[in-house]
T-cell receptor, first 112, second 114 residues
């Protein structure tokens, strides 16, 4: 079983749709959960991060972590064409481990 | 210059060539990283340097040789590469190597090995 599983898509939605992106993981030691966004021909940039379980909201973006199910989600409300990018989940343990484990990334296209 | 800059952006090399990738960060961070990004695969961590000292070598073949002369500069020396080494090589930096230390990535060096 891979440490982090993420459906690579591609995912195509109309403008204004609610988008749900998800990752599952197997390592119960993960404490820090992040979402990176990568535009074409660019490096990834941090979008949101959550420590342990719970929700975090930032504008149109909401990150959720369910540690009991080892499942994390990123929701995008009122999606815009500018949200078209690849979204990578990433996670790291809390015990001083510096290794950040990434998912494969989900390629999202929001059509006007 | 701001953020993390990588040069060259594109590189084509033969299997017998020797070349180097360069990364420079202007963020005052203490840690620098090399990642490999291949199609349909997760980002693969290659090397980590913290305060110029290598703290992680993720079982990378010796044909990849990193060098970190100071906390702002990172190099990846390449020699006798294989076609399967063709990928996007991303450099990143962070203030710390633990916790939620945000990684700041460069735009990457697209490497093609013929």
């Amino acid at each position: 079983q891979k440490e982090v599983e993420q459906d690579p898509g591609p995912l195509s939605v109309p403008e204004g749709a609610i988008v749900s992106l998800n990752c599952t993981y197997s390592n119960s030691a993960f404490q820090y959960f992040m979402w990176y966004r990568q535009y074409s021909r660019k490096g990834p940039e941090l979008l949101m991060y959550t420590y342990s379980s719970g929700n975090k909201e930032d504008g149109r973006f909401t990150a959720q972590v369910d540690k009991s199910s080892k499942y994390i989600s990123l929701f995008i409300r009122d999606s815009q064409p500018s949200d078209s990018a690849t979204y990578l989940c990433a996670m790291r343990g809390g015990g001083g481990s510096e290794k950040l484990v990434f998912g494969k990334g989900t390629k999202l296209t929001v059509n006007p | 210059e701001t953020g993390v800059t990588q040069t060259p952006r594109h590189l084509v090399m033969g299997m017998t060539n020797k070349k180097s990738l360069k990364c420079e960060q202007h963020l005052g961070h203490n840690a620098m990283y090399w990642y490999k990004q291949s199609a349909k695969k997760p980002l693969e961590l290659m090397f980590v340097y913290n305060f110029k000292e290598q703290t992680e070598n993720n079982s990378v073949p010796s044909r990849f040789s990193p060098e970190c002369p100071n906390s702002s500069h990172l190099f990846l020396h390449l020699h006798t590469l294989q076609p399967e080494d063709s990928a996007l090589y991303l450099c990143a930096s962070s203030q710390a190597i633990t916790g939620a230390g945000e990684l700041f990535f460069g735009e990457g060096s697209r490497l093609t090995v013929l």
